[in-house]
């Protein structure tokens, strides 16, 4: 039985722990997904946090830590040099069975690393992949991976198919029953591609999965997939890009509306990047490790974090990764 | 000395020939480049190309060919099995001095294998690639490469920086002086990303180009380089979502607006697609072939046509194969 608390590093992040504390409180709300405050343990600067938490009407669990990783340290001599750091102090929680889960908006290598390092991978993964879902044209799709492994092997795409299957079917709000998985690909035909794509496809067919062939970028953006698998570099471009275009496409847009003078385009637009902002739908996942692990955006705001608190509850209590341990041992097809 | 004249395949891309030859008459007048029509050369079938001609007030010479290679075809069987085929006839006029440059909206793949194989390289160049250039925020940005070679050599990266340097100084309007390279990767330190990555960053330190280390997707959007060199996977991967995230982003602003009855949002919004539309800047060339390779959109339309003749015209004119030549024979920093 996975432990069902949610150890959230109240300490990551751009806004921390200020935004942090406000999206735990939002969390346990009616405007949150509404989890129980006994299942959620801040982890940081006490003293900080308690003079937070003194201001609401909720007692929330604090676990001290001394230690705070920034976001522009190195993830590998930071977790060194800092061994009571609050994400180091979130994973110890899911690693001594106190919490099923981790919340991270900090330095997101230093949330990866520590994670792999102090939870190891589940039974049968043999490299963890960060998921990230976002729902552009009214369905999800989730992309696995965007940057935990910048040089995967064909078998490890394999893996991400199957672990952003189960993921979408297991944990996802109107998720699909049986998740396409497409390979992404510079065109949809077979044998197309980089060596490692031509390998990685006859594996993905025969793996117990709903494979769909190779998908384009352009398919991102018409509901052709559910699950896009790709390796960490491409995925993590693909992510900063959509990112980075979809600021400067709104700028632009939002230059033409103030041309003419329309005072309601902020809200329009407010809209559009609602729709397109992927920390909606709680933010990245790293699959694979031996607990349940959302990493959240540096900037995130309230709304967001408590959206990925949200996503963590339901990875934990719809049981996505006993779901990956038994399709893990599921044997492909001859 | 290089022939002046531009082969134009009348016969490629979806609104071939209608659209082909509209735009070289666009091009020849003043609301396009206004080229001599003495330098065109429409090349496909010529009855066809005779009636569309004869509504013109221009003449245009037409050189027969009587085959087409479709957009959907496989581009090494198609160019074997059509050996009349109206991209190969444009190559031919280039190989035997006739012209000086190719202009083709039709299969891209085609068009690169037919250029690569007839052409040849230029003296001290390894593989051609494709450069893209984009005027996103007022200065424009050349990428390189989006799919020649999706498998390339650090030393091929190191020759994608020189070449869109070269196409940067030498043939853009309003290009830069120096222009600043960088390399596409997932963070700006240094010792970041793939071991391509890694290999090909001290050889571009060394080389004779201002090199300005990694560069992230978003500094695409930033004026942070003036050539970004990449992978021709990668590339291709960012161009394909550049397009499909646009016209989806455009889509949901388009249905805000629809949702506050603005009818001028059309023209607003056709102005900011007109910014991120790369054919506004000519479209793609192929680097490094022996002789000028402008690569067009298949949907491209009489005004594109004109920007891509136009800026064939301005890679003769301004001798960028000359100047790659001269790039390619300087020696590397010890």
Same mark, same amino acid.
């Given at each position: ?173 109107? #998720?699909? =029953? ?7 690909? @510079?065109?949809?035909? $077979?044998?197309? *591609?980089?060596? %490692? &794509? ?66 309601? #385009?902020? =809200? ?7 729709? @397109?902002?992927?920390? $909606?739908?709680? *933010?990245?996942? %790293? &699959? ?47």
């Amino acid at each position: 039985m996975t432990a069902n608390r949610i150890a959230i590093d109240a300490m990551g992040g751009d806004n921390a722990p200020e935004a942090i504390v406000a999206g735990a409180l939002r969390a346990c709300s009616s405007e949150g997904p509404g989890i129980d405050p006994d299942r959620l343990l801040l982890v940081g600067d006490r003293p900080r946090l308690e003079a937070l938490l003194a201001k609401a009407h909720l007692s929330i669990e604090i676990q001290h830590a001394s230690q705070v990783i920034g976001m522009a340290e190195s993830p590998s001599s930071a977790l060194r040099a800092k061994p009571d750091s609050s994400i180091g102090g979130c994973v110890k929680a899911v690693r001594s069975g106190l919490a099923g889960a981790v919340v991270g908006m900090g330095n997101t290598g230093a949330v990866v690393g520590a994670s792999t390092l102090g939870l190891g991978t589940l039974e049968g993964v043999r490299r963890p992949g960060i998921a990230v879902t976002m729902e552009l044209t009214g369905q999800p799709v989730t992309i696995v991976d965007m940057g935990a492994n910048i040089a995967p092997k064909p078998e490890h795409l394999v893996q991400y198919g199957q672990m952003g299957a189960v993921l979408m079917q297991a944990c996802m709000q109107n #998720g699909p =029953d049986n998740p396409r998985v497409g390979l992404l690909n @510079i065109g949809s035909e $077979e044998g197309k *591609g980089t060596t %490692l &794509l031509k390998e990685a496809q006859p594996l993905l067919e025969r793996a117990p999965i709903n494979f769909i062939g190779n998908v384009e970028a352009v398919d991102i953006f018409r509901n052709a997939a559910d699950v896009v698998v790709t390796d960490g570099f491409t995925g993590n471009i693909v992510l900063k890009l959509l990112e980075g275009f979809s600021g400067f496409l709104l700028g632009l847009v939002m230059k033409e509306l103030s041309a003419h003078k329309v005072e309601w #385009g902020i =809200d329009a637009l407010g809209k559009v990047r609602k729709q @397109i902002d992927y920390s $909606e739908y709680g *933010g990245a996942m %790293l &699959l694979g490790v031996n607990g349940s692990v959302v990493i959240g955006h540096g900037r995130s705001d309230a709304a967001a974090v408590s959206n990925a608190i949200g996503l963590a509850a339901r990875a934990i209590d719809t049981g996505v990764n006993e779901a990956i341990v038994r399709g893990m041992a599921e044997p492909s097809q001859a």
